[in-house]
């Protein structure tokens, strides 16, 4: 893939952030996510690709979708494999809060997981214990190891999860070892790449989310040099046969980063559309301009750019009537 592809696939991720922007706050995250979503779509007819949609988004939000095996792209440039979540935290974009995200993954054909839209435990660290933890470890052992390699004791260790009945019992155990906790309302894609980024004082991200956005934090953190482990959490016999269908012959193995996402070049970009961790949010900013803020990487050249642009509304007719 060729290294112009980064700056076009933000320009892509930046109309879907300006798009769902629009209904920050209102209530309505479908509506949002639709804004998202048909932005996303037009504006990949001007990149040079020729993509197939392997990871899309709605099933579980009830939420329109860029689907399985959608081609994007104008039809020229290379084939490659995109993973897509046009608006990650519907909810947060509908409460007006922070952490909302629209972000694109891409590689070579055939190198991302097709991964169905079903939970997927995930423990996700940093360069500084990639290759260090097991997913299948105790959270207790796992908490251990962690605070051993990186020479602190457990009170100093920080931890995220998101804020879900269905992991009470690892908050208990966080909260009886001692370790620091950051309850994560949603952003599972920005959580999990938190312990990568120094900045934001994460050390370890734990518990299960979204399967597609496992891939797509497994993009990022590939790029930053972290690491994600995973391991689908099927609930019953027609999703281990949905799984099968998309090619996992054995659905409940652990899943690598290999098995995410090749071994080969990747893509990853991401515009805030609320203010977050890491990205600014969507900022209108009088005279029909905009600001957006926006991350895009490569994992080939480890190349990490933060992008501030000034959008002239006007000049994007995708946007409607601001």
């Known amino acids: 893939m060729e290294r112009e592809l980064a700056l076009e696939i933000v320009r892509v991720t930046e109309l879907a952030a300006l798009s769902a922007a629009q209904w920050m706050g209102r209530g309505d995250k479908n509506q949002a996510d639709g804004a998202a979503t048909t932005a996303m779509r037009t504006m990949f007819d001007s990149v040079s690709v020729q993509g197939t949609v392997v990871i899309g988004e709605g099933e579980m939000d009830e939420?329109?979708?860029?689907?399985?095996?959608?081609?994007?792209?104008n039809g020229q440039g290379p084939e490659v494999d995109i993973a897509v979540d046009p608006l990650e935290g519907t909810d947060l974009v509908a409460k007006g809060l922070n952490n909302a995200l629209a972000v694109i993954a891409m590689a070579n054909k055939g190198c991302l997981l097709h991964a169905p839209d079903m939970y997927m435990a995930k423990l996700a660290v940093g360069p500084a214990l990639t290759g260090k933890l097991q997913l299948d470890d105790p959270l207790e052992v796992t908490l251990q190891k962690a605070a051993q390699h990186l020479d602190k004791p457990l009170s100093n260790l920080t931890v995220m999860i998101l804020d879900r009945e269905r992991h009470q019992d690892h908050i208990q155990t966080l909260r009886r070892v001692g370790v620091r906790?950051?309850?994560?309302s949603d952003g599972d894609v920005a959580g999990a790449m938190a312990p990568?980024?120094?900045?934001?004082?994460?050390?370890?991200?734990?518990?299960?989310?979204?399967?597609?956005?496992?891939?797509?934090?497994?993009?990022?953190?590939?790029?930053?040099?972290?690491?994600?482990?995973?391991r689908l959490m099927p609930s019953n016999e027609e999703e281990l046969e949905r799984c099968r269908q998309m090619g996992l012959k054995d659905p409940l193995k652990l899943l690598t980063m290999d098995d995410m996402i090749g071994t080969q070049d990747v893509f990853f970009a991401a515009t805030g559309i609320t203010p977050g961790e890491f990205l600014g949010g969507v900022q209108y900013l009088g005279n029909q301009r905009a600001e957006t803020h926006s991350i895009v990487m490569r994992a080939k050249t480890k190349t990490v750019r933060f992008i501030r642009t000034i959008h002239y509304l006007p000049n994007k007719p995708l946007l409607g009537d601001l």
Do not use: F, N, T, W
């Not at 939420?63 to 792209?73: R, S």
């Not at 994460?202 to 040099?225: F, M, T």
């Open 63 to 73: 939420a329109p979708m860029l689907y399985i095996g959608e081609q994007v792209g």
């Open 181 to 184: 906790i950051k309850l994560l």
């Open 196 to 230: 990568a980024l120094s900045e934001s004082g994460i050390d370890l991200y734990v518990g299960s989310g979204g399967a597609p956005e496992g891939v797509l934090a497994a993009a990022a953190l590939r790029c930053l040099g972290g690491e994600l482990l995973g």
